[in-house]
């Protein structure tokens, strides 16, 4: 007994490196962005010294990091703006309301779960640009959209699917009609899984680079993620700015990290479990 | 929590609706209601759901059927006419798409690896090891981050003067390729997806946990059983959902999110000797100008995916039952 005490206590080594892997990375470039290129070459590991922000302000700038930061974020707001409506539209219809064909349609909506985006690449890239979609905003929401609405509807609907009929029963007395029932109900209802998945969908449209480097070829429509890729042909010689550029990217994700960790954990753990 | 504490009331909503009145059925009370409102009422569900079932159809389904069908044409001068098995027989023709192939493989190979590293922590964390919450939180961080933001911090880590050289050197080892030995280089790659991803498959794993009748472990502790029993013989069994569930989504991120790494880290190479079907997919499509070819091999990466999905789900579920 006493020598499996020690040993949970000894877990504590291997443990706490790892833990250690996981986050000196990320300490280690943001660093090394905050170095002068002399300081760099000189020394890789030691402390920063002269907190130089220059790197930063050349990345936002000269290598574009700061139209990219804005396109990315047109592009992801109104995507997830568009995933959680339709999202919440089709979950309460398919938990909440008896009509014809409905488990065929939420079946329809499952299957799209199965499909991978590089399936589909090469015919979706031939759609989008047969209707002048390719390198628009709109047509990389769509794609987003499409990507990830089979997720946000089956979490909808499994949420809602928790709330008790009766409430929309009442409602519907009351003389709401269906769509009264969603706008005045079930939208405000829904509320702890709409933040959810919300946070989800903003995170995998905001880290995705396959689909936008499909949809967006011209330079000037780059989102963010696209920008890390090109920096690297461009800084090769200047690691900081390199690194700069790989931290603005990281910092907004970092910091809904930082405040929403719990929100994102359940979310993908709700994810598993409805499976 | 928000959406994982709904469970318990899942199977109100659809017994209470068995005798439920009025909502799904406005056509009953039309009588009382102005005329206009009741057609636009009674295909309310339908103008629901349609826009979701729209695009998921026209963005996902049909392009499916288009892709596979349009595999069997010919590219470039012979655009649109058919070739039968054409375009397959010269993928399997493909030093690179054997590769490709040959690093699915791999991937099955190390499928164990990426899974029991989080099964095992996930364990100590549940079992309350000291520091637990402070470990959850660490390390599911990676996990949140796109992948060629993990790919580019990694190619300044293992860049040849990079830092883990310097380490090494310092311990009196000489510098290492990592990502220009083509014998390395793909063991790499896999090895930041697995960093990259394994916070993600150990909030699963918690989850699973969650659901684990705790007066069983209570009751194989009283009777004197060692963290291994415990492990083996009630933690795993209590889990076989999850631990399938896990298997399942490890691969298939394996076959389709590690395109930002490839192409970040490698871009291939060396020598190719890192191509993953999706990887090849995309050159074909977006650099060599051959979509039908491109066609072909997402055709038999999404039977890879379909057979790996199939085969995992039965080869777990006999083994849940032998339990």
Same mark, same amino acid.
């Given at each position: ?42 020394? /890789? ?54 009509? *014809? ?81 969603? *706008? ?92 | ?15 209470? /609706? ?202 194989? /502790? ?102």
């Amino acid at each position: 007994m006493r020598r499996a005490r020690l040993g949970w206590w000894l877990l504590a080594i291997p443990m706490s490196l790892l833990a250690l892997a996981t986050i000196y990375p990320l300490l280690f470039t943001a660093n090394v962005a905050l170095k002068t290129r002399r300081e760099y070459i000189l020394d /890789r590991f030691s402390l920063t010294d002269s907190l130089n922000w220059a790197n930063i302000s050349t990345a936002w700038t000269s290598a574009g990091m700061g139209r990219y930061f804005v396109n990315s974020l047109v592009v992801v707001t109104l995507s997830v703006l568009l995933l959680l409506l339709l999202g919440s539209m089709a979950g309460f219809a398919l938990s909440q309301l008896r009509f *014809r064909g409905s488990s065929a349609l939420f079946l329809g909506c499952l299957a799209g779960l199965f499909i991978p985006f590089q399936v589909v690449m090469v015919p979706l890239a031939r759609i989008m640009a047969d209707t002048a979609l390719i390198d628009t905003y709109p047509g990389l929401i769509l794609v987003y959209v499409a990507q990830f609405l089979p997720f946000t509807v089956f979490l909808m609907t499994s949420y809602y699917r928790g709330i008790p009929p009766e409430i929309v029963d009442a409602a519907r007395i009351d003389g709401n009609t269906v769509y009264g029932v969603y *706008r005045r109900i079930m939208l405000p209802l829904g509320t702890p899984a709409l933040l959810s998945v919300g946070i989800l969908n903003t995170l995998f449209c905001w880290n995705d680079v396959l689909m936008a480097l499909v949809m967006m070829p011209s330079a000037e429509n780059r989102t963010l993620m696209i920008g890390v890729t090109s920096l690297r042909g461009q800084y090769s010689d200047n690691i900081p700015t390199f690194a700069s550029g790989v931290l603005i990217a990281a910092i907004p994700v970092l910091l809904v990290y930082l405040f929403l960790q719990r929100q994102i954990a359940d979310g993908v753990a709700a994810g598993s479990t409805k499976g | 929590m928000p959406i994982g504490n709904t469970q318990p009331s899942v199977r109100l909503a659809s017994a209470g /609706r068995a005798g439920g009145p009025a909502v799904t059925s406005p056509a009953h009370r039309g009588g009382a209601r102005p005329r206009g409102g009741l057609g636009a009422e009674r295909y309310a569900p339908y103008i629901l759901v349609a826009p979701a079932v729209l695009i998921i159809v026209l963005l996902r389904l049909y392009p499916l059927i288009l892709g596979v069908n349009f595999s069997f044409t010919g590219d470039g001068d012979q655009n649109g006419e058919a070739v039968g098995f054409g375009n397959y027989q010269e993928l399997f023709g493909d030093q690179l798409f054997r590769t490709a192939l040959r690093n699915v493989g791999l991937l099955v190979l190390l499928l164990p690896v990426a899974v029991a590293i989080p099964g095992l922590l996930a364990t100590f964390i549940y079992l309350r090891v000291p520091g637990h919450r402070f470990y959850r939180s660490v390390y599911f961080f990676p996990a949140v981050l796109s992948p060629v933001i993990v790919g580019a911090i990694f190619n300044l880590l293992l860049a040849f003067d990079g830092p883990l050289n310097a380490v090494l050197g310092s311990f009196g080892v000489g510098a290492v390729d990592w990502l220009g030995d083509p014998d390395i280089a793909m063991f790499m790659v896999v090895g930041v997806h697995i960093w990259a991803t394994f916070g993600m498959a150990l909030v699963v794993f918690l989850a699973g946990f969650a659901t684990l009748d705790a007066a069983l472990l209570d009751a194989a /502790r009283v009777d004197g059983a060692s963290l291994r029993q415990v492990v083996w013989h009630v933690i795993v069994p209590s889990l076989a959902r999850t631990i399938q569930f896990v298997f399942v989504t490890t691969m298939i991120g394996m076959l389709t999110s590690m395109f930002g790494l490839l192409f970040v880290m490698t871009s291939g190479g060396p020598e190719g000797s890192t191509y993953l079907p999706e990887y090849y997919i995309w050159i074909q499509q977006g650099q060599m100008n051959r979509p039908a070819l491109a066609s072909a091999a997402s055709t038999i990466l999404f039977v890879i995916m379909l057979v790996v999905g199939l085969l995992q789900i039965k080869l777990l579920d006999r083994s849940g039952k032998e339990d």
